[in-house]
């Protein structure tokens, strides 16, 4: 049994043929999904689509990326959604300093906010960190009693040591799977199981064998499959372990 712990499962890439896709990943093992949000206009419809079978888990969260849709009214609005609807985890939010426009400033009283809820509500959050892991963990610092995950680890071992001392998990998915990606296979084959879920972020950042394809979530068997590969373990174990970190780390309720 295996948790994808980042998915955008209520992307419109997924409208055509959500339901299929949700019984491809349970076919494959994947029976709950941590859906990650990345701006208010989008909450609505993804706690619509949590709300069609079991398994869905809902984040609420305002992502860097989508800054231009940003109003300072939507963090007022977070906190009610959290009141009202119980998500597992604030998220996806974070910082994003590789594209060209969206002000770092800006990002940061966000992202500051968001960790404020966290703090408050006793959530994890769910964070994104694009060439801005330093900027990252110095906010999470400064915040403090925290916990959560930052996705698509893609900084260094020393960054990784620093998050785990603060409490936090790293995500990995299809990046792992090329063989470019030196760096990251080290650390996937040595860091300790107690900080690593396995993610797909559907329907971005497909694996190897699928490059420029849609990704959705039963392709995690082969972010797995890696993993377990370069480890030298046995999948099982892998799965086990990650998805126990899941059902730890969000609270989720046991398999459907």
């Known amino acids: ?32 999904q941590v859906l990650c949000a990345t701006a208010a206009a989008q909450w609505p419809k993804l706690r619509e689509v949590c709300s069609t079978q079991e ?24 906190r009610d959604w959290i009141e009202r609807e119980r998500p597992v985890a604030i ?23 968001q960790l404020q809820l966290a703090r408050e509500y006793d959530l994890p959050v769910i964070v994104h960190a694009r060439r801005a892991v330093d900027a990252v963990i110095t906010a999470i610092r400064r915040a403090g009693k925290l916990r959560g995950v930052v996705h698509s680890f893609s900084g260094s071992q020393q960054q990784a040591e620093q998050l785990w001392q603060a ?34 972020d559907s329907p ?17 068997v082969k972010v797995l499959e890696v993993v377990a590969g370069l480890r030298g373990a046995d999948q099982a174990e892998i799965a086990a372990v990650t998805s126990a970190n899941a059902e730890r780390l969000f609270k989720l309720p046991p398999p459907p």
């Open 55 to 78: 398994g869905l888990y809902p984040a609420y969260g305002l992502h860097p990326t989508f800054l231009a849709l940003h109003r300072k009214p939507h963090l007022a609005q977070l």
């Open 91 to 113: 998220g996806e939010c974070g910082l994003d300093y590789f594209v060209e426009g969206l002000d770092p400033l800006v990002q940061m009283e966000y992202f500051e906010a």
């Open 204 to 220: 971005d950042q497909p694996d190897a064998d699928i490059r420029g394809q849609r990704n959705e979530p039963a392709r995690l």
């Open 167 to 200: 409490g936090f998990l790293l995500g990995l998915g299809g990046p792992v799977t090329y063989e470019r990606a030196q760096r990251l296979r080290r650390l996937a084959a040595s860091m300790p199981l107690q900080w690593l879920l396995l993610e797909t």
């Open 1 to 32: 049994m295996l948790v994808d712990s980042h998915s955008h499962l209520d992307a419109a890439e997924f409208d055509d043929d959500r339901n299929q896709v949700i019984a491809r990943a349970r076919q494959a093992g994947v029976t709950r």
